[in-house]
């Protein structure tokens, strides 16, 4: 890149400066596939995580399981003050951690969640399209691990696409969504480990509270575990 190179306007020098001193950014292994097939969900998945770091908004310490190339976990950074992130592929820990900055530190590390709880105690715990790959017959045993690692006041965040929605979902995701549900089963399942479940809907990139079944994808907010 040319050293000598100057934007028009001078307050967009800024970017010319970054890109000169430090490199530009690469997507993570996930988001660049995302980005080459289909621009549009980048901003979907954006949202969900943009959604998360507002509940999660002064949390000390935040837990996101199932992360893969971690690439939204930055802004969760933006209103928490920690951040661990895990995945029970070694392919995404490694991407995440060879992108990760000085500026925005996160921990990273493998982990099956289904083999046991991520040690420490979480003030909020997230799961973002995980739950749909969990086998029906695993869900007690995913949810008592995450019980495990969270506080007893902590809130755990789940988000998943609705079974209503699969229907318009692509090839490759209909074969890994092997336990998506509709909204009410959703809540009914969490009212299992929590007292308070609050569901939201969310059609692209707007969360609301609007009829589950037009639903694309639904976050429950849960908490007073059992």
Not at 53 to 63: A, H, I, P, R, T
Not at 65 to 93: H, M, N, Y
Not at 180 to 208: A, I, P, T, W
Request: charged fraction near 25%; glycine fraction near 6%; hydrophobic fraction near 40%.
């Amino acid at each position: 890149m040319n050293m000598n190179r100057k934007t028009r306007e001078p307050q967009y020098q800024v970017c010319l400066d970054i890109a000169q001193n430090e490199g530009l950014t690469s997507l993570g292994l996930m988001t660049n596939q995302v980005w080459k097939d289909d621009p549009k969900r980048l901003v979907f998945t954006l949202s969900r995580y943009k959604f998360v770091s507002k509940m999660f908004s002064g949390f000390e310490n935040v837990l996101e399981i199932g992360c893969a190339d971690a690439f939204g976990s930055r802004i969760i950074l933006q209103e928490c003050e920690k951040i661990t992130v895990t995945d029970f592929d070694p392919v995404f820990i490694d991407d995440v951690k060879s992108r990760i900055t000085p500026e925005w530190i996160l921990d990273a590390y493998v982990h099956d969640i289904l083999t046991g709880p991520v040690p420490g105690k979480y003030d909020g715990i997230f799961s973002l399209d995980v739950l749909e790959h969990i086998n029906q017959k695993n869900e007690n045993l995913f949810f008592q691990n995450i019980l495990t690692s969270l506080k007893d006041n902590g809130v755990l965040i789940i988000g998943t696409p609705s079974i209503e929605s699969q229907v318009y979902a692509s090839p490759p995701s209909k074969e890994g969504h092997i336990n998506c549900k509709s909204g009410y089963e959703l809540k009914e399942l969490l009212l299992q480990f929590f007292e308070r479940v609050f569901l939201f809907s969310m059609n692209d990139e707007v969360v609301h509270t609007g009829f589950y079944p037009m639903s694309h994808y639904l976050f429950a907010l849960c908490c007073m575990k059992k």
